[in-house]
């Protein structure tokens, strides 16, 4: 088996110890495994590409790295650490937008049927804000968590520019940030809610990269035609 898909292999077992870990409600193991995560995604991104000779993308690595810090702060308890979780989030955004718009999202966002993308995702984050605008506020979060809804919201607009595989996963990563806002402003508490926050964010991001470190595809050959033989005198 390739290196790049035993580290896959990887991540999904350590994925799924820290959903066990999460329901059992086991500080000891989601101090363990949390941290894992991102790194063997890292890992995986960089023996994919470098295996089919391509250069791995850095700004993909850059936003692991800040995704690590993120879940390593999410760690702590306290409006502090949860800040700092916040803002190394936020880098990670920005890196994923930075790399999906450099690589053509922006043109392709302004073609159908692409072109509705932007403004569902407008719609849905303003929508979102408004209905945990009160608890937020009570929060002293308000101002911080709606400029990060900004930069998610584009993070996952941009990601839907580079097929379902990438689309999808910004689109779970929406959907656990989301699920971590609606706790804080005190708005919505699922059964569960710690896993299904990790579930969403685990397949978020793995779906991302993957999807970024998929070969890509094969240009579409040009048939040749045949050269028209020389005429033969008679």
Known sequence: MPRSRLL????????AANL????????VAELVTKPLLMPLL???LWQATTAQGRRT?????????????GDVALLGTGTGWFLTGMALFLGAHLCYVAAFTRHGAAAALRRPPLLAVPLAYGLLTAAALAW???GLTDAGL???VAGYALALSTMATTAAAHGWRVGLGGALFLSSDL???????GVLDPPGAPVLVMATYAAGQALIVTGRAAPPPA?????????????TPR
């Open 219 to 231: 240009a579409p050959r040009r048939a040749v035609t045949p050269a028209a033989a020389p005429a």
């Open 42 to 44: 890292a890992a995986h």
């Open 8 to 15: 896959l292999a990887a991540f999904v077992a350590v994925a």
């Open 142 to 144: 308000a101002v911080p």
């Open 20 to 27: 066990l870990a999460n329901a059992a409600d086991h500080r």
């Open 179 to 185: 699920l971590i806002a609606t706790g804080v402003a």
């Open 57 to 69: 993308p850095r700004l993909i690595l850059a936003a692991l790295a800040l995704s690590t810090g």
């Open 132 to 134: 945990m605008w009160p």
